[in-house]
């Protein structure tokens, strides 16, 4: 198993052995911000604004049945440092100037099985049904860095897959006037995916390029299927990765690796509008399961 650094564990055990036994494992698992080994140094963050993100944690302290989640409003300018139901999940690790990501097996969304601790991007920081279109394109970069994930012993794979980066879809409020739809979720349309340290890119493809119209709105594996390519291996190492977003074109690279180019007609006939997505997914519910990931830059422009 690929462990943190040892730096990490030093650390994580002067604080375990500080909590009483009566703390839950989420608690033990997740650590809070390190401490600034000299006082003296200047504190350097990462590189994340968070005016257009909001956070879902694989948790649900307020008992509505979906996982919490934490609104720009309150992340801004340092606010989820002061906030201690997220701190177990994201915080600071300023020896590097990152933020990390943990999550483990929880509470999921409505349409995931799998949990997480990740960012969506708001285009509109008090409408979530404001988002964008291929036409007017957007631009998403990352630094970042996959740190530790648990052991798959159901699978043939090595260890659990992650997620860190996505562009999913959602019906239009549009569409759902018209059609009446009970759900605006659409599809993702990228799905950044670690899979035992190679990255691959998951992408949205009609299974028939003939369909048409209002069928293209439907969002099952019927219509919508994913074409899946291996972009390289990244191992637990940092790594930098953008994805360029324009009419009927997705251009995904990483680092200074020639670039992936998608242009095709499924792009062209895309009937649903987007929003970004980083952090960590965790595609896994086994038992014991877990996986951290680390941030040190994060931009969106449209």
């Not at 390190?34 to 307020?62: C, G, H, M, Q, R």
């Not at 439907?218 to 299927?225: D, G, K, L």
């Amino acid at each position: 198993m690929k462990f943190k650094s040892a730096i990490f564990f030093f650390v994580f055990s002067i604080v375990s052995l500080g909590c009483s036994s009566s703390e839950n494992v989420e608690e033990e698992l997740g650590p809070t911000t390190i401490e600034n080994p000299d006082d003296d140094a200047p504190v350097e963050y990462a590189e994340i604004d968070f005016s257009n993100w909001k956070v879902t944690l694989p948790i649900d302290e307020n008992n509505n049945g979906s996982p919490d989640e934490y609104q720009p409003n309150t992340l801004v300018n340092g606010g989820y440092r002061t906030i201690a139901s997220i701190q177990p999940y994201m915080y600071d690790d300023i020896n590097d100037s990152s933020i990390e990501f943990y999550t483990l097996p929880g509470v999921s969304t409505t349409n995931s099985s799998y949990s997480r601790t990740e960012l969506r991007e708001l285009k509109n920081p008090s409408d979530a049904r404001d988002n964008w279109t291929l036409q007017e394109g957007g631009v998403i970069s990352g630094r970042l860095r996959v740190v530790d994930v648990s052991e798959d012993t159901n699978t043939s794979r090595d260890f659990h897959t992650v997620i860190v980066m996505q562009i999913h879809g959602i019906i239009s409020q549009e569409d759902m006037d018209t059609f009446g739809f009970s759900s605006n979720n659409g599809p993702p349309l990228i799905k950044m995916r670690w899979i035992d340290g190679n990255l691959w890119s998951y992408k949205k493809s009609l299974v028939n390029e003939n369909t048409s119209g209002d069928d293209l709105l439907e969002t099952s594996n019927m219509t919508w299927v994913d074409e899946s390519i291996n972009m390289g291996y990244v191992g637990y190492e940092e790594f930098e990765f953008k994805i360029t977003a324009t009419n009927a074109r997705l251009e995904l690279q990483l680092n200074n690796n020639e670039p992936l180019v998608y242009e095709d007609i499924s792009l062209n006939k895309w009937p649903f509008e987007n929003y970004f997505k980083a952090g960590n997914y965790l595609g896994s519910t086994d038992e014991g399961a877990y996986s951290y990931v680390k941030y040190y830059e994060l931009n969106v422009t449209h």
